[in-house]
């Protein structure tokens, strides 16, 4: 397997419960490493231009509130097959759905309040990890 790289957000539900270093250690016991990492409130913008691929859906006016909602952490994370690792380690989108002991299942309020969001393919996790850090904010 190759190392490659993907991208977290730790959400405004999670950050507001204070729950920040303990998803990090999830991802950290998963065989991730944080290459970069910064807390950050999102702006409407940044939401908008995050989540345009969901413009059209009927949800979208509602996730970008939430996302606006209160701070997150955005990172990037480093490791072999990143991206699947990083999958699995959160548990499906719905935590009814999710395995025991991933993050969703552990700390989601709801479908729409589920800690943590994370890239679902190598190409979009460059996309993600461009779209918040700089290159030399990413330290390997």
Not at 89 to 102: E, L, R
Request: a negative charge.
């Amino acid at each position: 397997m190759a190392v490659t790289r993907t991208f977290s957000i730790i959400k405004p539900d999670a950050t507001r419960r204070n729950l920040t270093g303990a998803i990090t250690k999830m991802l950290e016991e998963a065989g991730l490493r944080v290459v970069a990492s910064k807390r950050i409130h999102m702006t409407k913008d940044q939401a908008e231009g995050f989540y345009a691929v969901h413009k059209e859906r009927p949800f979208f006016n509602d996730l970008v509130a939430f996302m606006t909602s209160g701070p997150v952490v955005v990172q990037a994370l480093e490791g072999e097959d990143a991206v699947k690792r990083n999958r699995d380690v959160m548990g499906a989108t719905n935590p009814a759905d999710a395995a025991d002991g991933t993050i969703r299942k552990t700390f989601a309020e709801s479908i729409e309040a589920n800690s943590v969001h994370g890239s679902d393919s190598d190409e979009n996790a460059k996309i993600e990890i461009d779209f918040f850090f700089k290159p030399e904010e990413i330290v390997g």
